[in-house]
């Protein structure tokens, strides 16, 4: 199975009077992240973790910073574009795991949260994601949020493969066909399953 890495780092000051997106959540807090778009921080340091995964540039080669259709834009966007990329290059995601930087506000409590919400717009399972933070010690950056993310991704099964076997499979005559041929190529011949007769009890003619 061929797997891949990326890795996606950000950072946005503090700034009164906007709400503080992070994780695709809006927490309670007086001051919010400065940015074109909502300024989550997490959500662009994994959307370029996953575009870096597939060597398909970074957030600001699809999102010009001066391009007015981002401004105070959802950054969940970002992310959905990440995953078509992703998805375009034949890959999902195994894990990602990020690590906050920011002296307030605390995160632990709403670690949780965030990990589901995170996980809901990757449209993966909450333990496949993880969120931790700690605080800028000794970096005199008590004004900025960063955050720095890595993600593990796969390549899927051959997705046109599958879309043509579902098609096929509609009854279960079918998935008996499908299932025969497949052990017939395996095999070399055609494997004849064992037919039990249908008796009617009701009919002892
Ligand atoms: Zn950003």
Redesign the pocket.
Known sequence: METRIGFGW???EFKEGVPLRIGGMTLDHPKG?A?H?D???L???VTDAILGAVAAGD?GSFFPPGDPRWKDAN?AIFLNLAMEELHHAGFRIVNVDTTLVLAAPKIAPVAGEMRSCVADLLGINLDQVSIKAKTPEGLGLDNVAQCHAVVLIEREADADELKSMSAVIETQKQLEDVVEDLLSSVHGVPKKRTVTPVYDTEDIT
């Open positions: 950000d950072s946005h992240l940015g778009s300024g989550d921080v959500l662009h340091a957030i950054s």
